[in-house]
Each structure stands twice: as structure tokens, then as C-alpha cells.
């Protein structure tokens, strides 16, 4: 037995999200399956993801444990996977991992990225990948929002309702607010995020952008450690998990 | 009555191709069936585009003519249309041309681009979108039979067999071969093209590109008036419609 780490980029629009479930097919599911035909008994072995992306997340740089026998290498353990795996599920990565390596729990942080389309048109290329919100922003406002966010806070406001996690405090440590062609992009960088934060970051953020909110409420949002006080989720497909720390 | 000039972007992977046809569902009904509500006896007009781009090809910058009656501004037509389209095909421009434009017989040149996935693991992102063709290509020989092509040629050798053109020379302006972060791409420029032309080119530059023939043979390919000299096509997916010019 030993402990694999994978990296997996997935276009997640047809699925109910990293995690398994009953009703929905979800991304563990079909890796897991595609893992069972080198697995030596040929029962699909539990694989682990650093983060539980929502349904019609995507991925860039997934990164998932899962403890194999055999011998195969790691690289042909990927070409193995791949070959099996649907276009849209590819591993991009497969290293040898210390023994026990736990792809959630071992986690040090992890990166997002959330695309919005401004413009009146959408380009029929970005229609699984953004958020089409046309809009003229206030990018000064929101980067000032965006400030007040970062650093070490109790981020329970921002998180989904119905989620059971108690220790709610995070720290967040980088968000950027950039704006090319007529998208804006929105980066977070974290040691890890409750259910549906970044999606409700930036959703309020949005709100500040247009002017509905202020700057200054951000703050506020983070006091008042209630999920009323924030904005409201951003649409799933806009956003992209593009890396984990080790 | 007065003629609008339209441009339009689609996601080509679901279509028969531009041009109307019996056996499949085509671009250009479908603009032309999202028109009808607007035209003044409901019945879609008929809208000629610059290019017949094949099935699975994408654009950035098709233009297509239409002559319509009733008394909509250009941009309350284009926002009538994409109303109805589905969001893989956008109408991105809409402007009034002089009476009796013509997209097809009037257009001066056009550009497009070829994208080649080099790496041995396909995006998720980019699977419709590119050919996937793992290889580390000999690009110096790729530009130096590109660098052939240009120029005022008699193309026929590129031209898809059963075509029924009989004029087939034509001008290329710019061939250039690009490579970046494990894909290459090639934007040729010209004042026309072939029935498939832009695909038997590629097909043969990548022939060169893994040293299967020389850049010489090029030259050759054109002299041989004769499909059979050149190299396969290329899928279609990896090929966009850039834009085209009046």
C-alpha cells in the first residue's frame, strides 16, 4: 500500500460537485470508478479532495489522496485514470506521497478564482465559465471592500446556510480585484474557506461594486457573524479552484 | 427595406457547420429562424455568410448580410436575435450597411487560427476547442514551409476533394506559426480560401512540424496541383473563424 496525490483540472458544468452523492454524479465518483480497474481488487478505493467544489465548480489544480496497492508508477497510475476518465476530468498531476497523506486534512491553503463577464453581450465561449453580471463597477470601491477581508476573521457570515462547521475563523491572504477586457477577475488566496464563501465574497463584493453596498459594510458583514448580513452567493460556474498548498 | 451587417461569435462543436443543410442543424438557420419574429411577414430572411465554416469549426468574427424590412435600429435587431439564439451562438455586432451588402461576395479577407494541444494531457477546458496532438514539433521547419505558402498560389492541392471552385488561386498575406505554454497556433491572413484549405494546411505544417516531410515539400505540395500532394486535414475544432475583412 502506499499514498498517491493526484492534480486534476475538471470542467465541473455537468456535475453535482467534487463530492460523492446520491442524487447527482459527482467528480470523486467517476475517479474513483476509473481507479477501480487497477485497483488490485478491483473495488473503486476512497479518493480524498482537498476541497468539496460546488456543483458546476470548476477545477485547475484539484489536488486528491488516495492510498493504492500495486505496482504500478505514479505516472502510469495517471494514464491508466486518464484513459478511462471523460474528457472533461483530466489528472494532470501523480506523484508518490508519504504514507497517510491526506489530501484534505494536510491542506495549508488554497487559491480560487472567480471570472465575471461585464459586458451586455457574453461571449459564447466564457457561458459555462463566468458569471455574466453586465455591469460599469466601482473597481476602487470593491478593492476597498476587498481589503477590509483579509487577514484572520470568524467568516461565518460568508458561509452556506445549513453548513455544520463550528470553527468558522479563517484567514485570508491575498484577494484581488482586477479588470481587463471588459471581465473582471476576482483572486483569493486562503489557509482554507467555509462552504460557499468565496461565492458569497464575491457576490457581496459585486453588490459593493454597483453600488448597493459600501465599502465600509464589508466590515460590517464580518460583525455581524450572521449569513443575512452578506451578499448573496455568486452563480457556481464563474468560479475555479486553482491550487492547493502543501 | 435595408441591409444590416452582422458579426458573430458561436461554439461550433454542436453544429453541421454554417451553411444550411438537410441532415443537420446549421448556424445559419438557426440566426435565420431567430429573425423571424422581427422580419416584417415572419418569415426568416435569408442570412449569407462570409464563410462557410465546416462543421465543429467556431468564430470570433463571422459576418453575415441580411436585408430586412420593418424599421428596428441595428442594435435593437441585434439584441432581438440574441434574445432568441442560444448562447452559443452571439450576435456581437450589428451595423447598417449600404443597400445590397453582400457577406460573402463583398468580403476582402479573412483570418483565422489554428490551436494545437502539444502536451501529452488535454485540458478539460480546451477539449472542443483545440486539436490535441501530442508532439514536441521542429517549429523553425514549420515557419520555413509556412513561409512557402505565402504569396499568390494556385491552391487547388489544398482544397477539399469533390469542391466544385474552379478558381482556385489565391493570396496569403500572413502565415505565422506561434508557440506558447505547450500549444502552438497558427493565424494565416489571405483574401480567401478554399473549401477546407486552412485544415489541409495545418495538417501538412504538422507533417513538417514531426519530420514526416520537409519544408521544401511545401513548395512542392503547391506545384503538384493535386490534394493528394498535401498532408490530411486537420480537425475541425481547433479551427476559429477569426475575422474577416470589406
Known amino acids: ?20 452523492q446520491t442524487n447527482g454524479l459527482s467528480v470523486q465518483q467517476v475517479v474513483e470508478e476509473a481507479l477501480a480497474p487497477i485497483a488490485p481488487n478491483g473495488v473503486p478505493p476512497t479518493v480524498v479532495g482537498a476541497g468539496r467544489t460546488d456543483a458546476g465548480v470548476h477545477a ?8 493504492l496497492g500495486g505496482d504500478l508508477t505514479a505516472s502510469a497510475v495517471q494514464r491508466a485514470i486518464n484513459f478511462r476518465l471523460p474528457p472533461e476530468i483530466r489528472v494532470i498531476g501523480a506523484v508518490d506521497a508519504p504514507l497517510g497523506f491526506h489530501a484534505q486534512f494536510h491542506a495549508k491553503g488554497k487559491s480560487y478564482r472567480y471570472r465575471i463577464a461585464m459586458l451586455p ?15 460599469r463597477p466601482d473597481v476602487d470601491a470593491m478593492r476597498r471592500g476587498a481589503a477590509a477581508l483579509v487577514g484572520t ?22 484577494l484581488d480585484v482586477r479588470e481587463a477586457a471588459g471581465e473582471m477577475v476576482i483572486e483569493v488566496e486562503g ?21 448597493q453596498r459600501t465599502p465600509e459594510s464589508m466590515a460590517e458583514m464580518i460583525a455581524a457573524r450572521d449569513r443575512r448580513a452578506a451578499g448573496p452567493n455568486a452563480p457556481a460556474q464563474g468560479l475555479t479552484l486553482v491550487s492547493v498548498k502543501y
Open 1 to 20: 500500500m502506499r499514498s498517491l496525490k493526484l492534480t486534476l483540472a475538471y470542467d465541473g458544468t455537468n456535475y453535482s460537485g467534487w463530492q460523492r
Open 60 to 67: 485547475l489544480g484539484q489536488v486528491a489522496s488516495v492510498n
Open 121 to 135: 453581450v457574453l461571449s459564447p465561449f466564457d457561458r459555462w465559465f463566468v458569471w455574466h453580471a453586465p455591469m
Open 153 to 174: 476573521h470568524d467568516f461565518v457570515s460568508f458561509q452556506a446556510r445549513g453548513a455544520f462547521i463550528r470553527e468558522t475563523v479563517r484567514t485570508i491572504h491575498r
Open 191 to 211: 489557509d482554507g474557506f467555509l462552504r460557499q464563501m468565496v461565492r458569497a465574497i464575491v457576490g457581496s463584493l459585486v453588490d459593493v461594486g454597483r453600488g
